[in-house]
């Protein structure tokens, strides 16, 4: 079992920043992938940003020269760096570890964009 606990979210500013943490009960090293997601109410749960193990990245094409997915595996750690935010980033963002094609989620951080 992975538990996944997610900090960092928080009222923002349009054009602000923020960065997201998401720190795992074990080592990453051999998670399958990475990522983030988000949910806007009313919304459906949608992927942000994904980091697999050999190392390539996807973003969504929303947040592509904004956002920024990186992993710490000495700190059991996944982060997202958030640029430029905007009202529509608004949502609750949930981190996620695939652990031999077992999905494993977080309880999620809110994050606000609004002046």
């Known amino acids: 079992q992975v538990q996944l606990v997610e900090s960092g979210g928080g009222l923002v500013q349009p054009g602000g920043s923020l960065r997201l943490s998401c720190v795992a009960s074990q080592s990453i090293f051999s998670f399958n992938a990475l990522s983030w997601y988000r949910q806007a109410p009313g919304k459906q749960r949608e992927l942000v940003a994904r980091?697999?193990?050999?190392?390539?990245?996807n973003y969504a094409d929303s947040v592509k020269g904004r956002f920024t997915i990186s992993r710490d595996n000495a700190k059991n750690t996944v982060y997202l760096q958030m640029n430029s935010l905007k009202p529509e980033d608004t949502a609750v963002y949930y981190c996620n570890a695939m652990v031999r094609e077992i999905p494993y989620w977080g309880q999620g951080t809110q994050v606000t964009v609004s002046s």
């Open positions: 980091k697999n193990s050999g190392g390539s990245t």
